[in-house]
């Protein structure tokens, strides 16, 4: 998990959590690019040795961290305001819904993601925006291939499964770019910021789970054109992809990385 440095008591980088510990002045940048605000109420993921959690903490109401490591989990509250409660264990284990059930909405998200779990942690945050625990925003780091991946648009490389989900619930932009001389021990990737805004979903998808199946099947056959793409997962539906693109009115020709969300969407409905 990428880190942030300045804290006193020392802690080796751990390579399992994937930790790199980031500089005080990077710090400062990534406080300004959250923008936290005195009534604001944070969900920081991953506050490592806790420089980007002190100086978030004076700034808002309420900060509840969510850190893996045992060792940095029992040394945080020392050094912490009352205002802030950290909790031991891995967020994607996490009962979102009970960790911030008392606080009021919409709760924000910061945090340096682990990049080898950044995916999975995204699809979290969605699935809580969108399943009516209230957050207003998730501003993270992550490493720069993924942060491209997040914010992609259709026709691009980058385009997959990872952007038509956070385009559902979420807009997406990048709002820092940061070189590897910004953690210690410097990791051999460039990283970026990312910020989402969760909103209410911008087309009907139907029954998430078929969408989702989807989506996710569809992409494993990117290079084919839409209607081979689609036809071993139209097959797991009992249907066949002609009728499934005929009743949703897309063009079977086209790649899946040209194909837009509402497109998408159209054929998750169509399997109902």
């Known amino acids: ?40 109420v944070f969900l920081e993921v991953g506050p490592g040795r806790g420089a980007l959690t002190e100086q978030l903490a004076p700034r808002v109401a309420r900060l509840v961290a969510v850190e893996i490591d045992r060792d940095l989990a029992a040394a945080l509250p020392r050094t912490m305001p009352a205002s802030v409660r950290v909790v031991e264990g891995d967020f994607l284990n996490a009962d979102l819904a009970a960790l911030l059930g008392a606080e009021p909405a919409p709760v924000r998200v910061a945090g340096n993601l682990p990049y080898n779990v950044a995916t999975p942690i995204l699809f979290k945050l969605l699935h809580a925006a969108a399943g009516g625990r209230v957050l207003a925003d998730a501003t993270v780091m992550l490493q720069k291939e993924v942060a491209d991946r997040v914010a992609a648009r259709p026709g691009s490389g ?109 054929l998750a409905r169509a399997v109902l």
Do not use: C
Not at 160 to 186: I, K, M, N, W, Y
Not at 201 to 209: N, Q, T
């Open 158 to 266: 980058d385009y997959g499964s990872l952007a038509v989900h956070v385009a559902l619930d979420a807009d997406a932009e990048r709002v820092l770019t940061l070189p590897p001389g910004a953690f210690r021990p410097p990791p051999k990737v460039t990283s970026a910021v990312v910020r989402l805004r969760f909103r209410p979903p911008s087309v009907d998808v139907g029954d998430r789970v078929v969408f989702e199946r989807l989506v996710r099947g569809v992409f494993q056959q990117r290079r084919k054109t839409l209607l081979n793409a689609l036809r071993p997962v139209a097959a797991t539906f009992g249907l066949d992809a002609v009728d499934l693109i005929d009743r949703a009115a897309v063009d079977p020709r086209q790649r899946p990385g040209d194909l837009p969300l509402e497109g998408f969407a159209a």
């Open 1 to 40: 998990m990428t880190r942030a440095a300045g804290r006193d008591a020392p802690h080796h980088a751990r390579k399992r959590f994937g930790q790199h510990f980031l500089e005080p002045a990077w710090v400062a940048k990534l406080v300004a690019a959250i923008d936290p605000r005195p009534d604001d």
